[in-house]
């Protein structure tokens, strides 16, 4: 069964960078894409970006400038960094399995990240 | 970008209820368009892919339609269990979600 789990810190200040890890079970990252998603309080998700079973990436363009998703085979594991946070990035953060150009359909549990000084 | 636009963003229905929730794209998206489930505390769970195909393991009480940039989820008879958020997300150009129907039993 594929299941991934979220890892990372709860509390980031502002101006820091965001650090999250997607660890992933049951199935290999170097099948399939693995995104990530997040979901504001009052309920509007969105897409961040994704990474292919090659390595490489696609953004969001709302994000491009701050994002970064890379990935550890060795370990099953794909990351998150988001630079620059502000308030406006507390959020639950949530990775996903894409089929590409389906839908995500394995999800961690998420993680709620909180950006406050 | 695409914004997606979901409506009502509140229903309350009775159980047995046959249930329609809209997604309103703002320009076509081919029909490359997801429905997923958000239960309280849960993650997300996808219902229907490319506009009516439905997900290993989803009742059969779901189903999708829709073409253009009109879209619709339709539960046949509401069970106590459809208790829950419901997003649409389009993959036509980038990805984008709605703003999420909330279903509560009336």
């Known amino acids: 069964e594929v299941q991934l789990q979220e890892s990372g810190p709860g509390l980031v200040k502002p101006s820091q960078s965001l650090s999250l890890t997607c660890s992933v079970t049951g199935y290999s990252i170097t099948s399939n894409y693995w995104g990530w998603i997040r979901k504001f309080p009052g309920n509007k998700m969105e897409w961040m970006g994704y990474i292919s079973y090659s390595g490489s990436t696609s953004y969001n363009p709302s994000l491009k400038s701050r994002i970064s998703i890379t990935r550890d085979t060795s370990k099953n594991q794909f990351f998150l960094q988001l630079n620059s946070v502000t308030t406006e990035d507390t959020a639950t953060y949530y990775c996903?399995?894409?089929?590409?150009?389906?839908?995500?359909?394995?999800w961690g549990q998420g993680v709620m990240v909180t950006v406050s000084s | 970008d695409i914004q997606m636009t979901q409506s009502p963003s509140l229903l309350s229905a009775s159980v047995g209820d046959r249930v329609t929730l809209s997604c309103k794209a703002s320009?076509?998206?081919?029909?490359?368009l997801n429905w997923y489930q958000q239960k309280l505390g849960e993650a997300p769970k996808l219902l229907i892919y490319?506009?009516?195909s439905l997900q290993t393991g989803i009742p059969s009480r779901f189903s999708g339609s829709g073409s253009g940039t009109d879209y619709t989820l339709t539960i046949s008879s509401l069970q106590p269990e459809d208790v829950a958020t419901y997003f649409c997300?389009?993959?036509?150009?980038?990805?984008?979600f709605g703003s999420g129907t909330k279903l509560e039993i009336k």
């Open positions: 490319y506009t009516n």
């Open positions: 997300q389009q993959y036509n150009s980038w990805l984008t």
């Open positions: 320009q076509n998206i081919y029909k490359y």
């Open positions: 996903a399995r894409y089929p590409f150009r389906g839908g995500f359909d394995y």
